[in-house]
């Protein structure tokens, strides 16, 4: 099957790979953003930055043929940012959280913690869409690899 720039396309799902690149490529962006606005310390920066170019390759080997491995690394990827942003959501939203050596105040500050939330759902919207997508083309896979049954 040919695009209609005279290239060979797969016959595998492709809305599916291109959402799953794209909302990788813009967990990337907001790591770069948020490390170029200078809201965290200057280390902390360095390795939002790592990340996102861990991460950009895996963006476009999903974009351009759905590679298992880059889906794979993908999904634990955005797990693990689950989990860090759990932890920190959960020990910044007053568990225990002091402000110069006495407790915070009743009235709640939410927006590090509407903040945080929203990057865990976009991690675990990332995963899903990722491991949804190994799941579907290991399923095409074993179709097109196991011969037509024929009638007993």
């Not at 959402?19 to 967990?27: D, E, F, M, R, W």
């Not at 907001?30 to 170019?53: E, F, N």
Request: glycine share 10%; hydrophobic share 50%.
């Amino acid at each position: 099957m040919n695009s209609t720039a005279g290239r060979r396309r797969s016959a595998g799902p492709v809305l599916h790979p291109r959402i799953c690149a794209a909302l990788t490529a813009v967990s990337c962006l907001v790591h770069v953003w948020l490390a170029a606005a200078g809201h965290h310390d200057a280390w902390l920066g360095v390795l939002m930055i790592a990340l996102a170019a861990v991460c950009v390759p895996c963006a476009v080997h999903i974009w351009r043929n759905s590679r298992v491995g880059a889906l794979h690394q993908v999904t634990l990827a955005a797990l693990a940012m689950v989990a860090l942003h759990t932890v920190l959501l959960l020990g910044a939203g007053g568990g225990g959280h002091h402000h110069g050596g006495v407790p915070a105040s009743s009235a709640v500050d939410t927006s590090g913690a509407a903040g945080l939330l929203l990057v865990i759902c976009l991690e675990i919207t990332t995963a899903l869409l990722a491991a949804t997508l190994v799941a579907r083309l290991r399923s095409r896979a074993q179709r097109h690899a196991s011969p037509p049954h024929v009638g007993d």
